[in-house]
């Protein structure tokens, strides 16, 4: 027996659109949707599995850019080895899945591609507040948290002014999204983190000069 069991890309692709159609979107303090049961609860457990032990950071920046070499990013060379990469990625990939994200977002898909991150936060991980670059043209961050602490690990969110005004459940395997804009503030309020803070950044990204952290990097996303 092969452990740990991986969905097809079809199925991923299928929970997936599902969860795009049923999400809840919320207006303030900017967009944002909610999803839940964003997943296969299979593909979940094999993201957790995954052989790739979590950087042990000690003090940071704020930001993620202070250890980039030990970022874990789904690039060709994950894919070949772990098939849950792969087959995540091929998901993501999918017409249909870049369809029902236009549909949802408002966005053009076309030409973009799939950038994918595993994070394992460990204690001493903050990020200050930020907005994301316009090349990203949607970020969704899916939680993957476990334990005890992990309703308290969900992304905090702040108002024109950086001003902290609530936090994003960090229920396992649900999943938020937005899009870059003038004030879409967010970030990790520093605050005790015992175990390990599993989540994914999953974005499509057009002219992204990193090509080392794309899926694809030479097969842009099509709607068909």
């Not at 079809?10 to 049961?37: G, H, N």
């Not at 979590?54 to 704020?62: C, K, Q, Y």
């Not at 204690?123 to 907005?131: N, V």
Request: proline content about 8%; aromatic content about 12%.
């Amino acid at each position: 027996m092969t452990y740990p069991f991986v969905p097809a890309p079809e199925t991923i692709a299928s929970q997936f659109i599902t969860a795009l159609r049923k999400s809840r979107k919320l207006e303030k303090p900017y967009r944002r949707w909610a999803l839940v049961d964003s997943f296969p609860e299979a593909l979940c457990t094999a993201l957790l599995v995954l052989p790739i032990v979590p950087p042990m950071l000690g003090s940071t920046d704020g930001t993620r850019n202070t250890y980039n070499a030990r970022r874990t990013f789904f690039t060709p060379e994950l894919r070949a080895r772990f098939p849950v990469c792969e087959n995540l990625s091929r998901a993501l990939q999918r017409h249909d899945v870049a369809r029902q994200l236009e549909e949802t977002l408002e966005i053009r898909a076309d030409g973009s591609f799939v950038r994918v991150e595993y994070m394992q936060d460990t204690d001493g991980m903050w990020l200050e507040p930020h907005r994301d670059i316009p090349e990203k043209l949607f970020s969704m961050v899916l939680y993957l948290c476990t334990g005890p602490d992990a309703k308290d690990w969900g992304t905090d969110i702040y108002d024109d002014e950086r001003r902290w005004v609530g936090r994003s459940p960090a229920d396992f395997n649900t999943a938020a999204i937005f899009k870059a804009g003038p004030n879409t503030w967010h970030g990790f309020d520093k605050r005790p983190i015992e175990g390990v803070r599993r989540l994914m950044e999953i974005n499509y990204v057009s002219n992204w000069r990193d090509r080392e952290q794309l899926a694809f990097p030479d097969t842009p996303v099509s709607t068909g």
